[in-house]
């Protein structure tokens, strides 16, 4: 509409009074309609044709009776309304080849598609209210952020390998092919909705740190999903509350090299607490 709400008012006579509406409140006939669909509380995916139309063509007579224009718009649904009307009082056709669709669904598509433009248009507009005057933060230099020394000045020539390398390609494809994976297969893995164990988690961990010194954190997330990493993330602070490994990590942006501790009477005893804990 073009006014927040609806301009109405009551012209009383001696004899009667009657409620009339300003047809240029409404930005078209679409609009007007949602207006009495609301008003009579009419459900939208099966509207009564005959009543509506009345109400519709009620209203475009008080406008003409108040001598304002109407817009051709209007005159134009009217006849709209008219001609399913008309469908609707016809006999349904015997031969199967004749169109057999709900005369109103044309209708009902448009005055959904309003709507919803309606409702995006006027969430807009609540945000620009809550916002226009909003003063933006300014972005944050690298020096902020901490990032003041160079990759290049940080990296010796001996920390760059071609394993490293593919190790780094890898991880990107791996996370890639997570990101971007078709939507049968995210649909498939939300309705799947599997349950992630810490326990599990906290056992994977702790028995891979078995065979080897050192182990690198970002070598368990390949594949796995948000849920995953974020429980790989709480096992691995939860072992090392509980000193069983340790966690070192270069800089923010670097992977985390977890090494199991050494105290073995220590370790059996912890290890025997923690995974009774998340039985």
């Known amino acids: 509409m073009a006014?927040?709400?609806l301009s109405l008012y009551v012209e009383k006579t001696e004899t009667s009074s009657k409620l009339a509406l300003k047809i240029n409140d409404f930005s078209g006939p679409l609009d007007l309609l949602l207006y009495l669909i609301s008003k009579h509380k009419i459900d939208i995916y099966d509207i009564p044709i005959k009543e509506l139309t009345e109400q519709y063509f009620a209203y475009l007579e008080s406008a003409r009776a108040l001598n304002l224009d109407i817009a051709t718009d209007f005159v134009l649904m009217a006849a709209t309304l008219m001609q399913i009307k008309s469908r609707l009082l016809l006999p349904l056709p015997t031969d199967k080849t004749e169109d057999m669709s709900d005369p109103r669904q044309d209708l009902v598509f448009q005055l959904l598609q309003?709507?919803?433009?309606k409702q995006i248009a006027q969430g807009l507009q609540e945000r620009y209210a809550a916002y226009c005057y909003s003063?933006?933060?300014?972005?944050?230099t690298k020096h902020d952020l901490g990032l003041s020394v160079s990759t290049a000045n940080y990296l010796k020539e001996e920390q760059c390998s071609l394993d490293k390398l593919l190790n780094v390609i890898t991880t990107m494809a791996e996370r890639n092919g997570q990101m971007y994976?078709?939507?049968?297969?995210?649909?498939?893995?939300?309705?799947?909705k599997e349950k992630i164990s810490l326990k599990e988690r906290i056992k994977r961990i702790y028995h891979k740190l078995q065979s080897v010194k050192q182990l690198k954190f970002f070598s368990l997330l390949r594949g796995c999903s948000k849920e995953e990493k974020i429980t790989y993330f709480l096992a691995l602070l939860e072992l090392v509350r509980r000193q069983l490994v340790r966690a070192e990590q270069a800089d923010f942006q670097t992977d985390i090299t977890v090494y199991k501790q050494s105290d073995a009477e220590n370790d059996a005893l912890e290890k025997t607490a923690i995974f009774e804990d998340y039985q």
């Open 135 to 140: 003063i933006e933060r300014p972005s944050l």
């Open 3 to 5: 006014t927040d709400e």
């Open 114 to 117: 309003y709507k919803r433009c």
């Open 181 to 192: 994976q078709n939507l049968s297969e995210k649909l498939r893995y939300i309705l799947a």
